[in-house]
Each structure stands twice: as structure tokens, then as C-alpha cells.
């Protein structure tokens, strides 16, 4: 019996590599006379915002094209139903099986997707099998009870869902996870050049010497959540990050999509200023002597003084790399920004 196990590109088909493997060996000890083969297909399927019916029939059609027996969608896009996140989607009468990684969250990933995965195959082979067997009813309170609220679909299908707040809470997440942020500073090269720069500028200059001295924490505090949110506004606005919808029906998806957005930016451009702050305190001392900063300042230096000059040196330094960041092209902002989503239609196969 072969079993397709399709996943969106980025995190979705580093997650399906590892289940495929997992999934064949739960199922050879679930039917050990069966022989299971586990193919792997990477392909978005589906543009954004879509549903998980239009989901399901994509994953339909590419079960009839490549004659499986049953097909499991992994997919990154947030899927609803009257406000509440799906988290997971069986259609025994067509074969399919769909999760949503996000509505997942982002902590033990790999382990809810197994479970979830394998669940619903079970799921999917004892309906096929027996509708009405205890086992089978057994097999779906027990996935409710893992993934959430069990719906009937009148064809048949079995849908979980989470609660609205919670729920909607741990997808945003589990889309911010799946962005990875920590690559944003290190995929912007002009931006990082621009920032290194402009913190050893501030780091040698004695007038920011006597301003962060001068400076209360408060007002040094201010100034580094400013200086994020200036790069976080310029990458944003910059390479049109922000998206519109001009379909009604997709405003959830879209406002989903920008808090996403908005929530890697700003992660990533805090991990910049904290590889920054902590190479200021690293290098501050080798390039400005105690001596030196004691006759401009004019009292003894302490390491809190230091401190203050790493926090004002990174803050200045993130500014820095948000006028490098108008440098970059909005592909290469995006593709720092986004994990790589392929193109309905382009095909990765493993298996």
C-alpha cells in the first residue's frame, strides 16, 4: 500500500523527511503483513488564502495522478472553519488526510506532526475498513482528545479544531516558526555590513562616549526598542511585506499573514541587535581603553559604563543596517524574511 505524504516547501518538507520514515514503521507494526512504501512530494498545492476543501481536492487530484492508495498533506497555511483554527482534516470517502503545521504551535513540532500523522492514517484505514467499529470510534476520540474539537462533515469526514483564542494564538506561532527569523539578519549581508559598521564608528566616537554616559537606562531603552522598530518599519514598508486583500473571504488569512510577518521581522531584527549588543561588550573594552574613556568622561570607569556604551553602540548600529537594508532588493528581503514557498505545480519527489 503507498501512502504520498505531500508538504509545502521550508520547515513542512523538513518535518515530512523525518515522518515518512516514521509513519512506515507505525504501520508496518499496525499490519505487518502489508508492505508500506512512504513517497515524498514537495508542492504548495494551492495559492493563499485557500481553504481546506480546495486543499483536500488538490491533494485528491494528485492522489489520482500518481495511482496512491491514500495521500497526507502537510501544508503551512492557516486553515479556519466559522473562526476556529483546523488543525487537522481526515476525508475518508477521498483518501485524504490534511495538518496544519502552524496550528501545531512551534514546540515539539516533530512530535505532535507524528502523532497527528499517524493518528489519522489509522483513522483513515479503520473507516475504510469498518465505519462502525469500536476501534475506529475508539481511534477518533483519542485523536479529538490530542488535536482538539472532533466535526462531523456530512460526507463523512472528521475535522479537529482548536479553541478560538488558543487556538488562533498557537497558529500565529507555529506561522512565526515556520518563517524561521532567526535567518532574516544573516540572509541581509548589506544590512549586517551596514550595522557592523556604524557600531564601530559609534564604538571609537567620544561623543557617544559622553551620551551614554549621560543617558538614564529608561532613555537607552527607548532608544534600542526604536532603533528595532525603525529597521522592522523600513524592511516591512521597503519590500512590501505588508499584504492587502481585495477578497473579503480571505481577510482572516491576510491579517494572519501580517501579524506573521510583523512578528518575524521584529524577532529577527531583535536577534540582530542582540549579536550586536553582545559583540559590542566583547570588542568595547579592546577598542576603547579604560584610561582613555576615564579623561573624557571624568570619572572612574565601571563595567556598567561599558554597558551603557554596548547598548548605545548596538542601538546606533541597528540604524545603521536599516539604511542597509534600503540596499537590499525586496527578493532578497523576502527570501530572508519568508521561508521558501515553491509554486504550485513545481514538484520535489523523494521516495
Given at each position: 500500500?503507498?501512502?504520498?505524504?505531500i508538504s509545502a516547501p521550508g520547515v513542512a518538507a523538513q518535518v515530512a523527511a523525518d515522518l515518512a520514515e516514521d509513519l512506515r514503521a507505525e504501520l508496518s507494526v499496525l499490519m505487518p503483513t502489508v508492505r508500506w512504501r512512504v513517497p515524498t512530494v514537495v508542492d504548495a498545492l494551492v495559492?493563499?488564502?485557500?481553504?481546506?476543501?480546495?486543499?483536500?481536492?488538490?491533494a485528491r487530484e494528485r492522489l489520482l495522478v500518481e495511482a496512491w492508495d491514500l495521500v497526507v498533506c502537510l501544508t503551512d497555511l492557516p486553515l479556519s472553519v466559522r473562526r476556529r483554527p483546523v488543525v487537522a482534516h481526515a476525508s475518508p470517502v477521498y483518501g485524504v488526510a490534511v495538518v496544519c503545521l502552524p496550528a501545531l504551535g512551534a514546540v515539539g513540532l516533530r512530535r505532535r506532526a507524528s502523532g497527528a500523522v499517524v493518528g489519522l492514517v489509522r483513522t483513515l484505514l479503520g473507516e475504510a475498513e469498518d465505519h462502525g467499529s469500536a476501534g475506529s470510534q475508539a481511534a477518533l476520540r483519542r485523536?479529538?482528545?490530542e488535536l482538539g474539537s472532533q466535526q462531523e462533515g456530512g460526507d463523512g469526514s472528521v475535522m479537529f479544531t482548536a479553541?478560538?483564542?488558543k487556538g488562533n494564538a498557537r497558529l500565529l506561532v507555529g506561522m512565526i516558526r515556520a518563517n524561521q527569523p532567526w535567518r532574516l539578519a544573516?540572509?541581509?549581508s548589506k544590512a549586517l555590513t551596514a550595522a557592523l559598521a556604524a557600531g564601530v564608528f559609534a564604538m571609537?566616537?567620544?561623543?557617544?562616549?559622553?551620551?551614554?554616559?549621560?543617558?538614564?537606562w529608561t532613555r537607552l531603552t527607548a532608544i534600542g526598542m526604536g532603533a528595532v522598530a525603525a529597521i522592522t518599519a523600513s524592511l516591512i514598508l521597503g519590500a512590501g511585506l505588508w499584504e492587502r486583500g481585495s477578497n473579503p473571504a480571505g481577510g482572516k488569512h491576510v491579517t494572519l499573514f501580517n501579524l506573521a510577518t510583523t512578528g518575524t521581522v521584529v524577532l529577527g531584527v531583535t536577534f540582530l541587535y542582540t549579536a550586536l549588543l553582545l559583540l559590542a561588550l566583547l570588542i568595547t573594552p579592546l577598542l576603547v581603553p579604560a584610561h582613555l574613556l576615564e579623561e573624557n568622561l571624568g570619572h572612574a570607569v565601571q563595567v556598567g559604563d561599558y554597558f551603557k556604551l554596548a547598548v548605545l553602540a548596538s542601538a546606533l548600529a541597528t540604524v545603521g543596517g536599516a539604511l542597509g537594508a534600503g540596499l537590499e532588493s525586496d527578493?532578497?528581503?523576502?527570501a530572508a524574511a519568508y521561508t521558501y514557498r515553491q509554486e504550485p505545480g513545481e514538484v520535489q519527489?523523494?521516495?
Open positions: 500500500m503507498v501512502i504520498g505524504l495559492h493563499p488564502p485557500a481553504d481546506d476543501a480546495v486543499l483536500v481536492g488538490a485523536r479529538a482528545g479553541r478560538v483564542l544573516i540572509g541581509l571609537i566616537t567620544s561623543d557617544i562616549w559622553q551620551l551614554g554616559d549621560a543617558l538614564s527578493e532578497t528581503v523576502r519527489r523523494n521516495g
